[in-house]
């Protein structure tokens, strides 16, 4: 292998801002640490800083903090105590904040100085931040309450609902395309996903367990995640949506959502986010906030990563407890309970499917979706017995072949035995 590096990439690589961008592990934490810290360079920094993007401040920062690492100590004090006040302001004023903006804007400051080496006793801050006071509970949608999302919800947005309460995936992943979306084939107990592997002997023969989707495919943080067969069947209902729209197939290298129309221009997140928003409210699930409540019980899109969360974690498994722990938190995208356990807990996606299947009668919301679902479980579960059953009549058979050839063997042992002892005898006489 030859590698070679130029002055550009050397360059590029040592901005603070692009040190930054490279600690973020997934797509989703980038464009949330980086609305973050524009809030905090902006806006809690804006009198102390002289850049006029948000590079130029990115690098003031860094090279102040270099030359003086007592000044950051007091920025970055300044702004937890003036969160702080905040966060022991009445609940009805319109100043106050929760105790969990901490979360919000000091890990991005510490990715930025970390990032670029700069030396801050990271404790010293932590050991200023206030006692969690907050009464406010916040839990993942039911399933009822996704039953009625679905009840006014068109095709693509159907699609969209039980994608996420079957996956988990986050907001920020839903810019997947077309090609991204697989059906997963079980045949011979073995199970089939990749384009080169699903045959036409497969797609007649197989059955669909569940679906794969393939999110974050343009990043070095590429994941998968897994859909019911509920949401498959949903995903070709808007599949003939679209075609009534456009006239034609979606093509693989096509945005999966799109905007309403008949051009394909990919919709937005922040779309997605809103048409849930109309979705949910017109399903009397989310009523205006009243005074002095700062956010909604459920959470709009993590409401259903916290009903996949729950509903996966709850569902029964042949695995040990600890095992299906880290299998479901890969699910979740998460890299298991600890960070090492994606160097020494490998697991093959065969095996994150055997344990989603577990799951996919808890994760389906439709009734008729869910009988079938616990039927197809318990017809799995009789053949896994009746396999069992088999095996064990067959161990039971070649035990008594087994008893019977001992038999024969002492037998004729004892024959061979008794011939030389005449024989013997016989001579002794002699």
Request: with cysteine.
């Amino acid at each position: 292998m030859v590698l070679k590096i130029n002055v550009e990439s050397v360059i590029e690589a040592s901005e603070p801002i692009q040190l930054f961008y490279s600690g973020c592990k997934s797509p989703a934490t980038k464009d949330k640490y980086t609305q973050s810290l524009k809030r905090v360079i902006f806006e809690f920094m804006e009198e102390i800083l002289t850049g006029d993007t948000f590079e130029s401040r990115a690098n003031e920062i860094v090279a102040r903090a270099m030359e003086d690492p007592k000044w950051i100590t007091s920025v970055l004090i300044a702004i937890v105590d003036g969160l702080k006040k905040k966060t022991e302001l009445p609940s009805d004023d319109p100043d106050f904040l929760k105790t969990s903006c901490f979360d919000n804007y000091i890990p991005p400051m510490k990715k930025l100085l970390d990032m670029n080496d700069v030396p801050v006793v990271w404790k010293k801050i932590y050991s200023m931040y206030p006692e969690n006071h907050s009464d406010e509970e916040t839990r993942g949608y039911g399933r009822g309450e996704i039953k009625k999302m679905l009840k006014s919800a068109n095709a693509q947005d159907s699609a969209s609902i039980l994608i996420a309460s079957s996956s988990g995936i986050r907001l920020g992943a839903f810019d997947f395309r077309w090609k991204h979306v697989k059906p997963v084939y079980e045949i011979n107990g073995e199970y089939k996903w990749e384009d080169q592997d699903v045959t036409e002997s497969i797609t007649k023969k197989g059955k669909v367990v569940c679906g794969l989707i393939v999110i974050y495919s343009d990043s070095e943080h590429r994941q998968f995640g897994f859909i019911t067969p509920e949401a498959l069947e949903s995903i070709q209902d808007y599949r003939t949506s679209w075609i009534q729209q456009i006239g034609r197939e979606p093509q693989p290298e096509q945005p999966f959502l799109k905007q309403e129309g008949i051009l394909v221009k990919p919709l937005q997140i922040k779309s997605l986010w809103s048409h849930i928003r109309k979705i949910v409210v017109s399903a009397g699930l989310r009523d205006p906030l009243v005074k002095g409540k700062r956010r909604h019980e459920i959470p709009l899109m993590n409401g259903f990563r916290r009903f996949f969360n729950r509903t996966n974690k709850e569902s029964i498994s042949k695995d040990s407890v600890l095992a299906q722990l880290i299998k479901k938190e890969v699910m979740m995208g998460h890299t298991g309970l600890i960070s090492l356990d994606k160097n020494y807990f490998k697991l093959h996606m065969s095996e994150l499917v055997e344990e989603y299947l577990n799951a996919v009668p808890n994760l389906t919301i439709s009734d008729e979706f869910r009988l079938r679902a616990e039927n197809s479980r318990l017809q799995k579960e009789k053949e896994a017995i009746q396999t069992s059953s088999e095996t064990i009549d067959k161990l039971w058979d070649n035990i008594i072949e087994l008893q019977f050839e001992v038999k024969s063997l002492r037998a004729s042992a004892q024959t061979k035995y008794d011939d030389e002892l005449k024989e013997r005898t016989k001579s002794i006489t002699r």
